[in-house]
């Protein structure tokens, strides 16, 4: 067996699968073969989620009755909601409070018993928790307005609907469609850390409740999925400030602080997200306010043409625009890591459950440093 130690696992091979690829030089990523840049611009979510879990394009009656299942599955039982009420009140961050909930969805499924080899089980419960956490997440955001939840509207389709929920009124077609192409560029990506951590967990045959809860929490650091929030943070801060983007770009990198939004583990060039996240950014601009979109493009321009951080291969990441249009369509800033992990469910099921198919516990080692030949010595001759 190999010695060589791998830091962060980088290039480490791990498993195989059919769900998504990335060319991190040529800025290209496919979903079962289907570049991202066509399926935001043509496809649904629900089409992308049933791309994933089924492994090809649905036509249009299966995409018809699809979308009715996971419509089906949208209300989320009174138990829970309590609990999503008093996470709330004692201000639980909503990631944590998301990662809870979650995590309790499992009591009120009718095939929590069922072992994680039960297929047609499995496959159910990630139809349920991939269409119960936008119910989950829009509650939150009501609840600690002291506004009541609204229930899921059926004739809206996913992305739709939870805008509906957040706000109490349908979304204009803009705000849908944008949303939804956002949805689609966050559903998968290969084994990043947290689709890696659900692996794992399922590798030991856990059900998939337990896997979407671990990844919930990996996504939540700011290393991966708690970018975006950071990406608007760092926005306010240069607007509120009297510094333009340029100098508050240099100050933080003398600080040696990393500029959120920027470089990625596999990524050498821009990340094909960004792009288009950039392009919907910019066409939010055009009939809105264009602040956001103006201070991101000057950091990128500057890192660009001036630090040459991007020829370095340290380029935008999908983080780096998505704030900016969560930011445009009016939804909360702490909510965008969590929306991150509503569309990334669908991708995490969908390895859990292809990894399963041929499963093999991942167990690797841990090169032991530490001390050997101890003694053991008493606690009162300590
Ligand atoms: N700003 C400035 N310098 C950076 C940045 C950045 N955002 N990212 C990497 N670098 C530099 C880093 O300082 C290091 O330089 P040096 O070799 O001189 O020490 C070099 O690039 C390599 O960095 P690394 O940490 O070894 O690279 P990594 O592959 O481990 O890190 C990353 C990838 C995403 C953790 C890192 O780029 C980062 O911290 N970015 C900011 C946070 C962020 O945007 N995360 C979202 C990632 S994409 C969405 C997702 O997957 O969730």
């Not at 043509?42 to 995409?63: C, K, T």
């Not at 600080?255 to 990524?267: L, S």
């Amino acid at each position: 067996m190999a010695d060589e130690l791998t830091k962060g696992l980088e290039g480490v091979l791990a498993a195989e699968s059919e769900l998504s690829s990335i060319d991190g030089d040529a800025g290209r990523l496919i979903y079962r073969g289907y570049d991202i840049a066509d399926l935001a611009e043509r496809a649904s979510y629900e089409e992308v989620v049933y791309l994933l879990w089924h492994g090809e394009l649905p036509d249009r009656a299966a995409l018809d009755s699809f979308t009715d299942a996971m419509a089906a599955e949208r209300a989320v039982d009174e138990s829970i909601l309590e609990t999503v009420r008093a996470l709330a009140a004692a201000e639980e961050a909503p990631m944590a409070a998301m990662r809870t909930a979650v995590s309790m969805l499992s009591a009120t499924d009718p095939d929590a018993e069922a072992p994680a080899d039960d297929r047609e089980a499995a496959r159910r419960k990630a139809r349920r928790i991939t269409a119960k956490i936008p119910t989950l997440l829009a509650a939150y955001d009501r609840v600690r307005q002291d506004e009541a939840p609204i229930d899921p509207d059926p004739d809206l389709d996913l992305a739709a609907n939870f805008l509906y929920m957040l706000t109490g009124e349908a979304p204009d077609d803009v705000a849908a469609e944008t949303f939804d192409q956002a949805l689609i560029l966050h559903a998968d990506h290969g084994l990043n850390a947290s689709t890696f951590t659900a692996m794992v967990v399922g590798s030991t045959m856990a059900d998939l409740y337990s896997s979407v809860t671990a990844g919930i929490g990996a996504l939540s650091g700011p290393l991966h999925g708690g970018a975006n929030q950071d990406v608007m943070e760092v926005l306010f801060e240069i607007e509120s400030s009297d510094l333009d983007p340029r100098e508050w770009v240099e100050r933080a990198t003398d600080e040696g602080r990393r500029i959120p939004g920027f470089g990625h583990r596999v990524y050498n060039v821009t990340d094909p997200r960004a792009t288009i996240l950039k392009a919907r950014s910019a066409k939010l601009a055009e009939t809105g306010d264009d602040t956001w979109y103006e201070i991101t493009t000057a950091i990128e321009d500057y890192l660009t043409d001036e630090v040459g951080l991007v020829e370095k291969g340290i380029a935008p990441n999908v983080d780096f625009y998505s704030g900016s249009v969560y930011y445009q369509l009016g939804i909360p800033i702490d909510m965008y890591t969590p929306i991150f992990a509503m569309s990334r469910a669908a991708g995490w099921s969908a390895h859990v459950l292809e990894y399963q198919e041929d499963n093999r516990l991942i167990r690797p080692r841990g090169r032991y440093v530490g001390p050997d030949d101890r003694e053991y010595v008493p606690i009162e001759d300590r």
